[in-house]
């Protein structure tokens, strides 16, 4: 089983469409194989000004793949009219006029969390901390330390593996922070493993943009966190469950 992962849109239709265009390619069709499920770990709202046409091209692509999606933390605030920061006033006014659309029944029965294969995909983090808004699962921050802040509960990887653990899971990926991290529990304690990317071959000279690659195995626990899927570089994750391998789409010129 082929899946790709994705978080962290914020409203950017080009980002997802070229995402998609990128999964269809040869280049990554020869590197990865066919892709049998995309995962969306939230936030495909606020920040951007294209949420209508970010939210038809999902739609798009659940029609083709199979799409299973969880709540983001931005995702969240928007439903429930709170505020968070990094929206400008063409990117509020584009959401505002998106509040009565059918595209929005995406959200209707989003949880906060899918376990596949031994792998919790959340958006934030995986404890269990009842329902005040920072505390849920979407808005939790993986850091070096813990505790409540404005910014939603901040756990640390022990904790994070500790509850994967109870649960029988080896692994998480998740998103929200909008930067990529690699925590894997070795015998002597938890690691952070540095991520080398390197520039997918392109054999067949297909045209299009190029293929940064950086694979972990799956054969400890492990955390994987994404970069966004958004920008002029967006990132997203292709697993097999066996091993992970985070990917950026950059320009070949």
């Known amino acids: 089983m082929g899946a790709v992962i994705f978080s962290d849109v914020h409203a950017d239709s080009v ?46 692509l659940s029609r083709e793949y199979r799409l299973i999606s969880v709540l983001g933390n931005h995702d969240h605030a928007y439903l429930h009219g709170l505020l968070v920061s990094g929206s400008d006033a063409a990117s509020t006014y584009r959401h505002e006029q998106l509040r009565d659309s059918p595209l929005l029944s995406i959200f209707d029965t989003m949880p906060m969390e899918w376990v596949d294969d031994g792998m919790l995909f959340v ?56 930067e990529n991290v690699c925590c894997r529990k070795m015998a002597d304690g938890i690691v952070q493993q540095d991520l080398e990317f ?46 992970f391998s985070f990917i950026r789409i950059v320009s070949r010129s």
């Open 15 to 60: 980002a997802i469409g070229a995402l998609a265009a990128c999964i269809k390619s040869p280049l990554f069709r020869e590197r990865f194989g066919p892709v049998d499920v995309l995962i969306n770990l939230g936030d495909l709202l606020h920040r951007g000004d294209r949420p209508q046409e970010t939210l038809e091209k999902v739609h798009t």
């Open 123 to 178: 958006h934030g983090g995986p404890l269990d901390l009842g329902t005040q808004t920072l505390r849920l699962k979407c808005w939790q921050r993986l850091s070096h330390e813990s505790g409540d802040f404005f910014t939603g509960y901040h756990y640390t990887a022990a904790m994070a593996f500790e509850a994967l653990e109870q649960r029988g899971l080896a692994h998480m990926c998740c998103g929200h922070q909008h």
């Open 198 to 243: 390197r520039l997918l071959d392109n054999r067949e000279g297909t045209e299009g943009p190029g293929l940064e690659v950086a694979t972990v195995p799956l054969d400890v626990p492990t955390i994987l966190r994404l970069d966004g899927c958004h920008g002029i570089r967006p990132e997203f994750a292709y697993t097999d469950y066996e091993s």
